[in-house]
């Protein structure tokens, strides 16, 4: 499996600024996606980001909501913009193989990224 | 469209007791089906998958069987540990589609008491 990076690993922001997160891989993947967790909550796709096209959006995410960076193969940034205490969730990127050897699209996620707006 | 139906917790077990958490899927073709496992202030982790009708995934004493019948991938542990104690979540990548995005069940929680 890959190695998923996150920055940062958690933080406390202000209602109405914006908040960059960071995802590093250790191999070169195709697709990557960004996902929300609310309190409590199952997990909720916002975007699928491919490298050198412009991320896809769900249904009820919107890119000046959460735009989207994919310069390379193995990294990739979210922004959330414009921040509520609606907001306040924990945030993880995957990566869907399959890499060398491995048939089976099988997402592999980072740590999260714990978001808390006041 | 597809959908997961994981069993309502939370499930409070003792330890040394034998865990099933149910999960039921609609989905279109034949999906690959998976268990990952969220353990306090942690991301997702895979604990296991199954590719195909009767596959038997297991990992760390877990183990689920990929029923087409029933539409099913129960998962099962014969003795939990209080280490297991998480949050487990059933999700299904169905094939076909450019994405192939997983989707989710909603999540049992997993107490195990000493």
């Known amino acids: 499996s890959a190695v998923i990076s996150q920055k940062p690993s958690r933080d406390i922001c202000q209602r109405g600024t914006s908040l960059t997160i960071q995802c590093q891989v250790d191999s070169q993947v195709t697709m990557m996606f960004w996902y929300r967790q609310q309190p409590g909550q199952s997990l909720t796709l916002i975007a699928t980001?491919?490298?050198?096209?412009?991320?896809?959006?769900e249904s009820g995410f919107v890119i000046d909501k959460f735009p989207i960076s994919r310069p390379n193969l193995t990294f990739s940034t979210l922004t959330v913009s414009n921040m509520s205490p609606e907001d306040s969730s924990i945030y993880l990127c995957s990566v869907r193989s399959p890499w060398t050897g491995e048939k089976t699209d099988t997402q592999y996620f980072g740590p999260g990224t714990r978001l808390t707006v006041l | 469209g597809d959908s997961v139906t994981q069993m309502e917790g939370p499930v409070t077990l003792s330890e040394e007791a034998f865990l099933t958490i149910n999960c039921t899927y609609t989905a279109t073709g034949y999906p690959s089906l998976f268990w990952y496992v969220q353990y306090p202030g942690e991301g997702l982790q895979l604990l296991l998958k199954a590719t195909k009708a009767d596959d038997k995934g297991s990992n760390k004493g877990f183990e689920a069987t990929y029923r087409k019948e029933t539409t099913s991938f129960h998962l099962e542990k014969g003795s939990v540990q209080v280490s297991d104690s998480a949050v487990y979540f059933c999700?299904?990548?169905?094939?076909?589609?450019?994405?192939?995005?997983?989707?989710f069940g909603s999540g049992t929680q997993l107490t195990v008491l000493p």
């Open positions: 980001a491919n490298q050198g096209s412009e991320a896809t959006y």
């Open positions: 999700a299904l990548s169905a094939r076909g589609g450019s994405a192939r995005q997983l989707t």
